[in-house]
């Protein structure tokens, strides 16, 4: 008894006394506390320092480096509707308050009471401002108690205006930017004092999150964030309705992508010492800020050593610049190669021009985008997972022309998946499904195996979004209705390259502070095993005939390579990912602001995984593996059938977690699944001789296996 006691006093000390003690603090200081003498001394600012970016040959590539040293602002060039932008957006009771809002500040320990850790932001701009002067960042009681007490000192010695100035002469608006006078001018080209009512929204917008609310890397959030600030504005009367409408109206418009249908809010380009290959320079920038924090990046002084190769990244962007020539935005691409003994990335495009967008479409949404449905592109991950269930590629399913979702309530046409064209094979082995891209076999595939475990297997594999979400997905999952990227999917297929060994993908090799100390060192590649060898052999050996006599011909290069189509319904999205034993590349093409159906493009009447992708993919890997010699993979072992068949095939009743599947509700069908068409692929006919697909595409014999081969150094 006296130790459930004690633990009781223990828990509530920690999780009820400490708020309380906080809550007490904040009230004290604010109400009684006498004013000292003397604040303390603010922090000394951190050496700005330019931090260097090289390539995998020692040559420097971009400099990362903070701008506001060179742009001092005064008080009088702050404007007041810049000033009235950021106090509504972040403390609209900043001039009535002591320096911390009691409300706000209980509210927030409450929040954080209720949810055991830190949930809820209640500092004013005067705390946010003690944090970045005096005290830190660190998350801790004590360090909030003393903001708190320094926040409501500070209000007794200092105007508003002044500790407001203070305030946005420092705050981090992203992009290496420190202060609006920096931040005016990068964004928009223009001084502080001239910032009209939308760009100072954008800008308080930016406060509290800057990568998230990027304009640059993330229009979309950084556009919504504008219009939130523009409603918090006209709720506090701060503006009139005119004035609303009229700045609503100016939507975010890049510079580079010429002039704007109508009056908006011009972001212009970042500076040009962010260096060549400016997808993959963000690429890095992205990965070291949210690793070290922007102040170590933009001022630290730090040396990166990068993993690009530049004459595959010329190779990389002299391809996807061939594939869109003759076309215009917003038809987009994006190409990402990974080295799959080391999780290098070698190369990446992210777009047809960093100029006129920032938005990085091969990291998905961590470059500030969406990831897109990857289509017959995501089977090969639940062929992967049939494999280690002991299913056969020899394996015989139905392969009609149509399928009817087991349990599936709702209206015919939404419970059924089909077929491009509702071809029938009759049936089909799992090698020739995949060939062939037969969705109604994958369909019956997928239920075998589990969509749980086909979600497992692809986030296993680095899908960073395939964790199974019961509310969105069933079937639909295995047939690429799940949003990827195509990092994730280059960095997946280089598993099957490596014979079942994962290395996390890397744009760095080696990164050095300003004293010499590495902070983080990948010359030696850290594996892990995620596939047998076995079941990883027999996927490469399933995907290289996707190229030698499937949908995926025209991805040929003349050396054995393996690899897999993907078309998104209703052609909004294309796809070829595939590999060598040396390289593992995606391509991507759709539109880069919503998917569109892919029509009449370069006289490709429907663009699918196995034309302009696949196209696309033979050009950049033939100039990337030129140099680079020609090595076979590994013959695989046949797959061994696990003991009790009738208990594998008895976990097919998981697939739908025991629910009845509901045509077109968001809880059990998503994508491609609400409307019935699922991945349309071309479709090939089966044939051992040369004939011609509806496409165009002409098919070939079986690949044969020879000795066996190599494996890369």
């Known amino acids: 008894m006296d130790r459930i006691l004690r633990a009781l006093g223990a828990f509530l000390l920690t999780t009820v006394a400490a708020p309380v003690a906080v809550g007490v603090t904040v009230l004290a200081s604010f109400l009684y506390l006498p004013l000292p003498a003397a604040l303390p001394t603010p922090r000394p600012g951190v050496e700005s320092q330019i931090s260097h970016v090289y390539d995998d040959q020692g040559n420097q590539i971009a400099v990362f480096r903070a701008f506001e040293t060179s742009i001092p602002v005064s008080r009088g060039d702050i404007p007041a509707v810049l000033k009235q932008a950021v106090v509504a957006a972040e403390d609209r009771r900043f001039y009535k308050h002591g320096g911390v809002d009691v409300k706000a500040t209980l509210r927030a320990l409450w929040a954080d009471f209720r949810h055991q850790g830190y949930v809820q932001g209640g500092s004013t701009i005067t705390q946010q401002y003690v944090k970045n002067a005096y005290i830190g960042k660190e998350r801790t009681v004590l360090r909030k108690a003393r903001e708190a007490v320094l926040a409501s000192q500070l209000n007794r010695k200092v105007s508003k205006n002044e500790i407001l100035y203070r305030y946005l002469s420092t705050i981090y608006l992203g992009d290496g930017l420190y202060g609006v006078g920096a931040a005016s ?82 972001v212009y380009p970042p500076e040009a010492d962010k260096g060549q290959f400016p997808y993959f320079v963000d690429y890095v920038r992205r990965y070291l800020v949210a690793k070290y924090g922007p102040t170590m990046v933009f001022r630290g002084g730090l040396k990166v050593e990068t993993t690009i190769d530049p004459a595959m990244q010329a190779a990389a962007e002299k391809s996807i610049a061939g594939a869109l020539s003759g076309t215009t935005s917003p038809l987009d691409m994006s190409l990402v190669a990974v080295e799959p003994h080391t999780g290098y990335v070698k190369a990446l495009v992210g777009g047809r021009d960093f100029n006129a967008s920032q938005v990085n479409l091969a990291l998905g949404s961590l470059g500030g985008g969406t990831g897109r449905q990857p289509g017959s592109s995501f089977k090969p991950f639940v062929l992967a997972r049939a494999f280690e269930e002991g299913i056969s590629p020899s394996r015989v399913y139905p392969a009609p022309n149509q399928y009817h979702i087991p349990h599936c309530v709702g209206p015919a046409d939404q419970c059924t998946i089909r077929n491009y064209e509702g071809a029938s094979f009759g049936s089909a082995t799992l090698q020739t499904a995949t060939w062939k891209s037969i969705n109604t076999v994958y369909a019956q595939l997928t239920r075998d195996v589990g969509v749980p475990d086909v979600a497992e297997m692809a986030h296993r594999l680095g899908i960073s979004t395939s964790l199974y979400d019961p509310k969105r997905y069933g079937i639909s999952i295995g047939l690429g209705a799940q949003e990827v990227s195509p990092l994730d999917m280059a ?9 079942g060994q994962r290395v996390e993908p890397t744009p760095v090799l080696k990164v050095t502070d300003a004293r010499g100390h590495v902070l983080e060192d990948h010359t030696s590649p850290q594996l892990s095993r995620v596939l047998s060898e076995i079941v990883s052999d027999n996927v490469t050996a399933v995907l290289r005939g996707v190229i030698t006599s499937g949908t995926g011909r025209a991805a040929d290069i003349g050396r054995p390579a393996a690899g897999k189509t993907g078309t998104a319904q209703e052609w909004r999205d294309a796809w070829f990912v595939g590999y060598t034993p040396a390289l593992s590349t995606a391509i991507w093409m759709g539109d880069a602001d919503k998917p569109r159906p892919l029509l009449g493009i370069k006289g490709v009447s429907h663009v699918a995984g196995g034309t302009i992708p696949a196209k696309t993919w033979h050009d950049f890997m033939t100039q990337a593996l030129k140099d680079i010699p020609v090595t076979d993979f590994s013959q695989p072992a046949p797959i061994q059938p696990i003991a009790d068949e009738a208990r594998r095939l008895e976990r097919g009743g998981f697939d739908l977690g025991g629910r009845r599947y509901v045509a077109g509700t968001p809880a059990d069908c998503d994508g491609p699944c609400q409307t019935g068409e699922l991945a349309p692929e071309p479709q090939v006919p089966e044939s051992t001789t040369t004939t011609t697909s509806p496409l165009g595409e002409s098919t070939g014999s079986p690949p044969t296996t020879g000795p066996l081969p190599v494996r890369p150094p």
């Open 185 to 266: 001018e990068s964004y928009f080209h223009k001084s502080v004092r001239d910032l009209t009512l939308s760009e100072a929204a954008l800008l308080a917008g930016l406060i509290p999150a800057p990568s998230r609310f990027a304009p640059r890397g993330n229009p979309t959030d950084a556009e919504a964030n504008r219009k939130r600030v523009l409603q918090e504005m006209f709720k506090q009367h701060l503006i009139t309705f005119p004035q609303l409408a009229g700045a609503d109206s100016q939507g975010l418009w890049f510079a580079a992508s010429g002039r704007p249908p109508q009056p908006a809010t011009l």
């Open 491 to 499: 960095s997946a297929y280089s598993v099957f390259a490596n014979r």
